[in-house]
């Protein structure tokens, strides 16, 4: 196993199965990886292994309780997920995965789950019926949907005696995904990383408007996502519900005039532009500053092309990684691939819009990524927050073509 060549704060969950003891072992290669560990326990986690054990190992004091009058700071779930660049539960009961699940947050370790924005790693371990049942396997199922990593369990004979899924995954396995994972989180170290997200809308009077139905939940999902990975994000939005994680600099737009606006402002600054918003097509020609009434049966009104933000981008970006989006009913590939070279685009996504359960509105998207280097992607239907990691894994390449070209940059100089 290759070390991690910067030290990286874990946090490490231990809650209360018989393999609690195998955490140790981890903690252990974690250290032998530079990694500095902080363990934070369940009550039940203490009747298989005690704190002094985790203390011992890692140098530092075991956390359990929310009211813990060791600890140096009342708000401690706070604190340590601030520090922490990712948290790692292993293993992983049924009963903290239904908690994480449905945010239940009655202890310290619960509470963290809550409020930690870095990724999170979990490694289930319980009794085969137990992980099979409906209800794990649906928890489980949600927190995939939500970008949350799930390591194992692997099959074999269990502490009770039974056979079946539902051992800890080995432990080299759980510390190879934890440096993988923290690898994947440094790629956009340095970034200045620009998202727009949402629909816009175009008034026709003071209290109609043209848009469309977008929730703007995959411009959110990348920003969210490129922040945990390091970047400094900026978010441009239209109206939606959604909101913004602490740490993304957010700019409220309403026009798609506006947008391009703030747009332009921030671009001189940014590495890469992601254009996942709907920006509207058409605008009413004439504004109406009175409202119009309704005393025609017929109401014919005539539209102009809003400003084209995305190919204005690309006639302009030099050495910007430009990422755009193609909102498609039929022939996804070929209706992207056409935008992707009249753009100038580095890559885009086409998404299957206009099925229920894709699009608009929905939790999930499935699409075709182009690049264009002629790569070509289908990727299943999939929550937006996996397809915000699959797209920004999309930009490893151009990172490193950037790297290279900034070293020659400078040799040269």
């Given at each position: 196993?290759?070390?991690?060549?910067?030290?990286?704060?874990?946090?490490?969950?231990?809650?209360?199965?018989?393999?609690?003891?195998?955490?140790?072992?981890?903690?252990?290669?974690?250290?032998?990886?530079?990694?500095?560990?902080?363990?934070?326990?369940?009550?039940?986690?203490?009747?298989?292994?005690?704190?002094?054990?985790?203390?011992?190992?890692?140098?530092?004091?075991?956390?359990?309780?929310?009211?813990?009058?060791?600890?140096?700071?009342?708000?401690?779930?706070?604190?340590?997920?601030?520090?922490?660049?990712?948290?790692?539960?292993?293993?992983?009961?049924?009963?903290?995965?239904?908690?994480?699940?449905?945010?239940?947050?009655?202890?310290?370790?619960?509470?963290?789950?809550?409020?930690?924005?870095?990724?999170?790693?979990?490694?289930?371990?319980?009794?085969?019926?137990?992980?099979?049942?409906?209800?794990?396997?649906?928890?489980?199922?949600?927190?995939?949907?939500?970008?949350?990593k799930i390591i194992g369990p692997e099959k074999g004979e269990l502490a009770c005696g039974d056979e079946g899924p539902g051992r800890l995954a080995e432990v080299e396995s759980i510390v190879d995904a934890v440096k993988t994972e923290l690898k994947t989180r440094e790629k956009l170290n340095g970034k200045e990383v620009l998202v727009t997200a949402g629909p816009t809308r175009e008034p026709m009077d003071p209290v109609r408007f043209i848009s469309n139905p977008s929730s703007g939940k995959m411009g959110f999902a990348l920003a969210t996502e490129a922040l945990k990975r390091g970047a400094e994000v900026t978010l441009i939005s239209g109206p939606t519900k959604q909101e913004p994680l602490p740490g993304i600099k957010f700019i409220p737009v309403v026009t798609a005039r506006e947008m391009k606006e703030e747009v332009f402002k921030c671009l001189a600054k940014i590495d890469i532009v992601i254009m996942a918003a709907a920006v509207g097509d058409y605008q009413p020609v004439r504004y109406s500053k009175q409202k119009i009434k309704k005393d025609k049966e017929l109401l014919v009104l005539e539209f102009k092309k809003t400003i084209d933000i995305l190919a204005e981008i690309g006639k302009k970006k030099g050495n910007k990684i430009l990422i755009g989006f193609a909102a498609e009913t039929e022939q996804l590939a070929g209706n992207a691939k056409g935008k992707l070279k009249k753009k100038n685009l580095d890559i885009i996504v086409a998404n299957e819009i206009g099925i229920s359960e894709s699009g608009f509105q929905s939790d999930f998207n499935k699409t075709v990524i182009l690049t264009k280097g002629g790569k070509q992607e289908e990727l299943p239907l999939m929550s937006k927050t996996n397809l915000a990691g699959k797209i920004l894994d999309m930009l490893n390449p151009y990172l490193i073509s950037s790297l290279t070209t900034t070293k020659k940059f400078s040799r040269l100089k």
């Open positions: 196993m290759r070390s991690i060549k910067k030290q990286k704060e874990v946090l490490l969950g231990v809650t209360g199965g018989i393999a609690a003891y195998k955490a140790a072992e981890i903690v252990r290669l974690l250290r032998k990886n530079d990694c500095s560990v902080t363990v934070v326990m369940t009550e039940s986690a203490k009747q298989f292994i005690t704190p002094l054990t985790f203390e011992s190992l890692t140098g530092r004091h075991v956390y359990s309780g929310l009211f813990d009058p060791q600890s140096p700071s009342a708000m401690e779930h706070i604190e340590l997920s601030k520090k922490s660049d990712l948290l790692l539960i292993a293993p992983a009961t049924a009963n903290i995965i239904g908690k994480a699940a449905h945010g239940v947050a009655d202890d310290l370790l619960s509470c963290l789950l809550m409020t930690v924005i870095k990724p999170i790693i979990i490694a289930p371990a319980m009794n085969a019926n137990m992980y099979l049942s409906s209800v794990v396997q649906e928890n489980i199922s949600c927190l995939r949907k939500r970008g949350v």
